[in-house]
C-alpha cells in the first residue's frame, strides 16, 4: 500500500504542515504523523476524510504509487480527474525530461518504431530516442512525435511526422479524431477513430485514404493512444482536380479575357 507516502506527497505539493492538516481534519498532529510514517493504519472514517480533503479515491490513495506519475498527471489528478472514478485504467508513461525538469517530445523514427513497440515501457529505450521541444505546446500535457510510413491517410504524406499528446482516458476520444494508436500486433497506426469502447470495448480505425477499408480494434490490443495535435512534412499535401474543374476555370478564364477585351474596345 502506498498510503503513507501518498499523504504525503499531496500534503506537501498543497504546501501544508501536518499541524494544518491536522487541524482540517480534526485530528492530533501525532495521529497524523503516524500515518506518514507508516507506523499507524488509518481507519474507516479516516480514509474517507483524505479522500474527501484531497478530492481523490481511496482506491487511488492506497494502490497507486503517486510518486511514479508525471506533473502533468499529477496535475490532472489534482484537477479532479481520477481514473478509479471514472472506471477507466490508469495508464503510467514513460517519459523523459530535460535538465529544467520539463518534460522532453521524444522523437520515434520510422527506423526506431519496431523498438518502440517492445520498449514503449523501457526507460533505457526511452533515453535513447531522440528529443525536442515546442515553445507553443502545453507544458502541462504530454507530447509525442511519430514517423508514419505509407499512403493510408493521404493528403498526410508517407513519412510525415506526427505530433499527438497522450491520452490517459480513452473514453474521452471524440468520433472523428484522428490518433495514432499503438497496438499489440500491428505496431504503430495512424487513423481517424470511432470510439465504440464503452458499448463494445472496441474503436473503429479509418483510413483517410479510402483505398483502405475500416477496421476494428479490440481495447486489450491496445497498449497507447495519442490525440493528433500536427504534422510535419516536406512535402505539400496533392489535392485532386478533376476534368471539371479545370474546364470552369478555362471558361472563366476565357470570359474575363473576353471582358477585358470589350473594355479595351470602348475606350
Request: hydrophobic residues 35%; proline residues 4%.
Amino acid at each position: 500500500m502506498y498510503f503513507n507516502t501518498n499523504i504525503k506527497l499531496m500534503r506537501k505539493r498543497r504546501g501544508r504542515t501536518q499541524d494544518e492538516v491536522a487541524f482540517t481534519l480534526n485530528m492530533k498532529r501525532p495521529t497524523l504523523s503516524g500515518y506518514e510514517n507508516g507506523v499507524a493504519q488509518p481507519g474507516i472514517q479516516q480514509l474517507i476524510a483524505y479522500s474527501e480533503y484531497f478530492g481523490i479515491s481511496i482506491d487511488t490513495l492506497i494502490k497507486i504509487d503517486l510518486s511514479k506519475l508525471r506533473e502533468s498527471e499529477l496535475r490532472q489528478l489534482e484537477s479532479g480527474f481520477d481514473v478509479f472514478v471514472k472506471g477507466s485504467k490508469l495508464r503510467i508513461l514513460t517519459t523523459t525530461v530535460d535538465s529544467a525538469n520539463n518534460e522532453n517530445i521524444e522523437l520515434v523514427p520510422e527506423k526506431a518504431k519496431a523498438g518502440y513497440t517492445r520498449g514503449f515501457a523501457d526507460p533505457e529505450f526511452m533515453r535513447e530516442l531522440p528529443v525536442f521541444q515546442l515553445p507553443f505546446l502545453s507544458h502541462e500535457r504530454k507530447y509525442r512525435t511519430f514517423q508514419i510510413s505509407g499512403d493510408s491517410m493521404m493528403p498526410i504524406p508517407d513519412s510525415a511526422w506526427v505530433t499527438g499528446e497522450f491520452v490517459q482516458d480513452w473514453n474521452t476520444i471524440k468520433n472523428g479524431e484522428a490518433c495514432v494508436i499503438l497496438t499489440l500486433d500491428e505496431g504503430i497506426v495512424f487513423k481517424i477513430v470511432e470510439n465504440r469502447i464503452e458499448k463494445e470495448g472496441k474503436i473503429g480505425l479509418i483510413s483517410l485514404n479510402h483505398n483502405y477499408k475500416p477496421y476494428e480494434l479490440a481495447v486489450d490490443e491496445i497498449r497507447e493512444i495519442w490525440r493528433f495535435i500536427h504534422y510535419i512534412s516536406e512535402e505539400l499535401p496533392s489535392g485532386e482536380v478533376s476534368s471539371s474543374d479545370i474546364a470552369n476555370t478555362l471558361n472563366q478564364l476565357k470570359q474575363d479575357v473576353a471582358l477585358i477585351k470589350d473594355k479595351i474596345i470602348t475606350t
